[in-house]
């Protein structure tokens, strides 16, 4: 496949939104429901998940500004 002459790899190039939403087959999404993330177990205490997310955002507990 000649990819040289096709506007989905030229760097060059400029396409509007449209144009993107168009070559993706994307569109605006119409259930937020798909946006719910399931990785947090739900037995689990909010707690716990708060201390992990400020461990995964690398945050020291000895850090006094984290």
């Known amino acids: 496949m000649d990819s040289s002459n096709d506007p989905r790899f030229n760097f060059d190039a400029h396409p509007t939104l449209d144009e993107l939403i168009a070559q993706q087959g994307k569109?605006?999404?119409?259930?937020?429901?798909?946006?719910?993330?399931?990785?947090?177990?739900?037995?689990?205490?909010?707690?716990?998940?708060?201390?992990?997310?400020?461990?995964?955002?690398?945050h020291k507990k000895a850090d006094p500004a984290a």
């Open 27 to 58: 569109g605006p999404i119409t259930d937020v429901r798909v946006l719910h993330g399931d990785f947090w177990p739900e037995d689990e205490p909010l707690e716990d998940f708060l201390a992990a997310l400020h461990d995964w955002r690398g």
